[in-house]
Nanobody, 122 residues
Framework: VQLQASGGGLVQAGGSLRLSCASS????????IAWFRQGPGQEHEFVAA????????YSADSVKGRFTISRDKPNGTVYLQMNSLKPEDTAVYSC????????????????WGQGTQVTVSS
């Protein structure tokens, strides 16, 4: 089992980044993939999630209209396109897998990848 997040970096406020999450998960069931973020000294915060087939998605109010989650069907890679970035978006972004759809708490996710740092300068 593996989830690999990549694509983080340093960007100015108003800029864009695209994160990628490549995964290798048990094929005995389908998996919802989500992005969480954790700022310095903060708890994990749910960002967005997408169903196994990419047909359904949901996101946090704080990123609606700015972040878009998508899924590449052939290889299952999940992307997080982040536009209009703000300094408060600075965090370590991690992807996680859940056998359920609709969950947004860390307890609902079985597998986690390592994070990728996103830093937004003002």
């Amino acid at each position: 089992v593996q989830l690999q997040a990549s694509g983080g970096g340093l960007v100015q406020a108003g800029g864009s980044l695209r994160l990628s999450c490549a995964s290798s998960l048990p094929t005995s069931r389908t998996w919802t993939i989500a992005w969480f973020r954790q700022g310095p000294g903060q708890e994990h915060e749910f960002v967005a999630a997408i169903s196994w087939d990419g047909g359904s998605k949901y996101s946090a109010d704080s990123v609606k209209g700015r972040f878009t989650i998508s899924r590449d069907k052939p290889n299952g890679t999940v992307y997080l396109q982040m536009n209009s970035l703000k300094p408060e978006d600075t965090a370590v972004y991690s992807c996680a897998a859940s056998p359920l759809f609709g969950v947004s708490t860390t307890a609902g996710f079985d597998y986690w990848g390592q994070g990728t740092q996103v830093t937004v300068s003002s």
